[in-house]
């Protein structure tokens, strides 16, 4: 049996997951009081101890081999008793895998406001008060959480992708996101960013006519930016240490990582070179990886695109 806790901030996320869960055939509860919680595990159980017939029993083992849970803020007081409703079952020996889903206070705000909902805890309307209460209250959960999801930056499609990798693939599961993002630096450094490289040291393609109207996501630019002795070495280096910081980075608890890539406009060196170590990454696994050239579509002859987790 497997038995899935999913909660986290409200407007994060659950109720999709729960759907996508009850979509590849998990058995689906959301909002049950907290006394409840370890009766639905011990029921689930049953068959598997004799207490039903052994008919009934792989009838009922098929309907709920599989089990998501979702617990949020709204169960009010009784939410204080979560953790240790929690901390019974696995003491009585029903294992769970708690799955917390988190997104920054900006989204969260800019969600309600686009659905034109309430958050639970906002009180005379200040939401950010609300957020703030509920991110407290819901520390503890996030801190014995197995998985932690943050939301902001990911599509519906993204965000499936990452519930089939833990729940339909059993793939190794880090709960660090990693986003790889080029942009130029005359359109500003994207704000998100923790860490910035600037690649405009390289050879330029603009000043190339062939190349000039082309992006790095053509194979003419990239070759010509990736010829370059110091493009490689950069890329070689930049790999180095990212792939040292990022254990370091979830032992500290960071659950997002944003990595800038700039050159000047945006379209050639930053796009190449994020390609590059996007690719890299990827073929290594044991992370999400997403990338984004979010000054591409500024360029005259070029669309956006996006890379997937």
């Known amino acids: 049996m497997r038995f899935v806790i999913v909660t986290g901030m409200s407007g994060a996320g659950k109720s999709s997951v729960m759907n996508m869960l009850e979509d590849i055939g998990y058995f689906c509860v959301d909002n049950l009081p907290v006394p409840l919680i370890p009766k639905l595990a011990q029921l689930a159980v049953l068959p598997r101890q004799g207490i039903i017939t052994a008919a009934a029993a792989e009838e009922e083992a098929s309907y709920m081999n599989e089990i998501a849970l979702g617990v949020d803020i709204r169960t009010a007081s009784a939410f204080e008793d979560v953790p240790q409703a929690l901390e019974m079952m696995k003491k009585t020996g029903y294992q769970y895998e708690l ?17 034109r909902r309430t958050h639970p805890l ?25 998985y932690i999801t943050d939301t902001s930056k990911l599509l519906v499609r993204d965000l499936k992708a990452e519930i089939d990798k833990i729940f339909v693939k059993n793939e190794t599961y880090s709960n660090l996101v990693i986003s790889i993002v080029s942009f130029g630096f005359k359109y500003g450094i994207p704000t998100d960013c923790d860490l910035v490289f600037d690649v405009r040291f390289l050879p330029n393609p603009y000043y190339i006519s062939e190349l000039k109207m082309k992006t790095g996501n053509e194979k ?36 997002q990582l944003v990595i800038g890539i700039g050159c000047t406009g945006g379209c050639h060196r930053s796009v190449t070179l994020a390609n590059a170590l996007y690719q890299r990454l990827r073929d290594r696994g ?5 990338k984004e050239h979010r000054d591409i579509g500024k ?11």
């Open 299 to 309: 360029c005259d002859h070029s669309v956006r695109i996006e890379g997937k987790a």
């Open 286 to 290: 044991g992370y999400s990886i997403r």
């Open 220 to 255: 003419e630019v990239y070759d010509f930016v990736m010829q370059s002795k110091e493009a490689e070495i950069f890329l070689d280096k930049l790999d180095d240490m990212v792939t040292f910081l990022f254990p370091n980075y979830v032992r500290e608890g960071k659950n």
């Open 99 to 115: 799955l917390f889903l988190d997104a920054s206070d900006d989204v969260l705000i800019k969600r309600y406001k686009e659905t």
């Open 122 to 146: 906002a009180k005379q309307g200040r939401m950010d008060k609300g957020i703030a209460e509920e991110r407290e209250k819901l520390q503890i959960l996030k801190d014995h959480a197995d």
